[in-house]
């Protein structure tokens, strides 16, 4: 029994060793005697018991890597840390395990040198503004300096970049001041539009009222214009009238007392007005004097007849 059963375990050791399954997501390198034999894809094969043996197991999916933050000096010599993500993926599972000692350290150690180089050709805003095109580049160079490896970088991702605290109290400061010119110039422009607006109100309310100047000038002048003119038209009515009532029998005599009253009021009047008087006051009874003279003239001219 105790033969049977030492026997029962070699077997199974035998089996173990000469059995050997692949899963999908791996690769396995085969050496015998020490020697690479074969690179084995996934599923079932044999080995040589106490030959042939599983050197290597190679992940085949795609592998993500954090990559450690690291101090980089930019162009402009601002101190930043910088980390980001590295995805991977084994191609060829023989370079993998002969072309390097430990593919994973060696990629994280390349991108860190890597990313270290390109942030050096960048000023610190560039390296927040054109983050896309860091990644491409760091992605690029580390792609070709890893083909002996055996793997493919797919894409590399910048996850912080983060200023010393010294730049980042500097850079506080520097957007405060710019957003302080900002609203300064903002204020300044709302001034200026506000004293444009004002000027352009006080010329548009003198053009306005130099217009109504000009408009209410012109109805007056056009007021005095017929005015005139309807004294004139009047005027010449009544000279017409006169001269047809002259013309008249009696109209001399008319016209003359018209005339007599005429000068009798505007003295009267004269006499009244003025302070001081230079003409007797009985001048202003010479209406009845003219009118006794008139009377005496019409006796005088009934007696001729």
């Known amino acids: 029994m105790f033969y049977f059963t030492i026997a029962f375990i070699i077997g199974l050791f035998v089996l173990y060793n000469l059995i050997l ?34 050197a290597y197991r190679q992940e085949t999916r795609e592998q993500c890597i954090n990559v450690p ?17 590295l995805y991977i993926k084994v191609m060829d599972a023989y370079k993998a395990s002969y072309g390097i000692e430990n593919y994973l350290i060696a990629a994280i150690n ?17 390296t927040f503004s054109e983050r896309d095109a860091l990644n491409e580049t760091i992605v690029r160079e580390i792609d070709d300096a890893s083909e002996p490896w055996g793997i493919k970088v797919l894409r590399y991702e910048v996850m912080n ?15 405060e001041a710019e ?6 110039i903002t204020l300044a422009n709302a001034e200026r539009d506000s004293t444009i607006a004002l000027s352009e109100g006080e010329r548009q309310e003198a053009i306005n009222l130099s217009e109504g100047e000009r408009q209410r000038r012109i109805n ?12 004139a038209a009047a005027t ?10 002259i013309n008249n029998p009696s109209g001399h005599e008319a016209m003359n007392m018209q005339l007599v009253e005429t000068y009798i009021d505007r003295v009267s009047a004269l006499l009244k007005e ?8 009985e001048l202003a009874k010479m209406e009845g004097y003219f009118a006794g003279i008139d009377q005496v003239s019409h006796t005088m001219k009934d007696g001729g007849h």
């Open 236 to 245: 010449a009515e009544g000279t017409r009238l006169i001269a047809s009532a």
């Open 179 to 184: 957003r302080q010119k900002r609203a300064e």
């Open 220 to 231: 007056e002048a056009k007021g005095r214009a017929e005015e005139i003119s309807i004294l």
């Open 110 to 126: 390349l991108a860190q040198t890597t990313v270290r180089s390109e942030v050096g050709k960048l000023t610190l805003g560039e």
């Open 69 to 85: 933050h690291q101090s980089c000096i930019s162009r402009d010599n601002i101190q930043v840390d910088v980390d980001g993500l």
């Open 21 to 54: 399954i692949v899963p999908m997501r791996e690769r396995c390198v085969i050496e015998r005697l020490g020697k690479f034999r074969a690179g084995l894809e996934p599923g079932f094969h044999f080995l040589i018991p106490f030959f042939d043996r599983v």
């Open 161 to 175: 970049i983060t200023p010393s605290t010294n730049v980042i109290d500097t850079l506080e400061k520097q957007m």
């Open 274 to 281: 003025a302070d001081v008087s230079v003409v007797p006051g």
